[in-house]
Nanobody, 127 residues
C-alpha cells in the first residue's frame, strides 16, 4: 500500500503563488508515476500535471502550462507543485494521485489512471 499526504494549500489573490507538497510513504517502490489533480465545485476532477517518479519531464494540462511547475525532491519521496500567476479559475481541491502504471500524454491526466488518492488540499484564488 502507498499513502500520500498533501500540504500547502491556502488562499491567495489572483497573480499570487502557492507551493503544494505531496509526500508519499509506504510501498513507494511500487510508484511509477505521480501527479496533481484538482476539482472545482460542481466540476469533474481534472489532471493538472504528472511525472514519472524517477524524474522524467512533467506533462502539464494546457490550462496551467507555463504557470505551474511540477518537481520532485531528489532524496525524499516528495513532489512539489509550484503554482505561479494564479487565477480564480485555479480554485479547487487539489489532490495528489499515484497512477496505476506508467502512461504518457493526456491519458496521464485522467482520473481513471490514478490508483491512490490523497485527502486533498484546498486552493482558493480570489480576484
Amino acid at each position: 500500500q502507498v499513502q500520500v499526504v498533501e500540504s500547502g494549500g491556502g488562499s491567495v489573490q489572483a497573480g499570487g503563488s502557492l507551493r503544494l507538497s505531496c509526500e508519499a510513504s509506504g510501498d513507494t517502490g511500487l510508484i511509477n508515476m505521480i501527479g496533481w489533480f484538482r476539482q472545482a465545485p460542481e466540476k469533474e476532477r481534472e489532471g493538472v500535471a504528472t511525472m514519472t517518479i524517477r524524474g522524467g519531464a512533467p506533462f502539464y494540462a494546457a490550462s496551467v502550462k507555463g504557470r505551474f511547475t511540477l518537481s520532485k525532491d531528489k532524496v525524499e519521496n516528495t513532489v512539489y507543485l509550484q503554482m505561479d500567476s494564479l487565477k480564480p479559475e485555479d480554485t479547487g481541491m487539489y489532490y495528489c494521485g499515484i497512477l496505476r502504471s506508467t502512461v504518457f500524454g493526456s491519458y496521464s491526466l485522467t482520473s481513471s489512471a490514478v490508483g491512490f488518492w490523497g485527502q486533498g488540499t484546498q486552493v482558493t484564488v480570489s480576484s
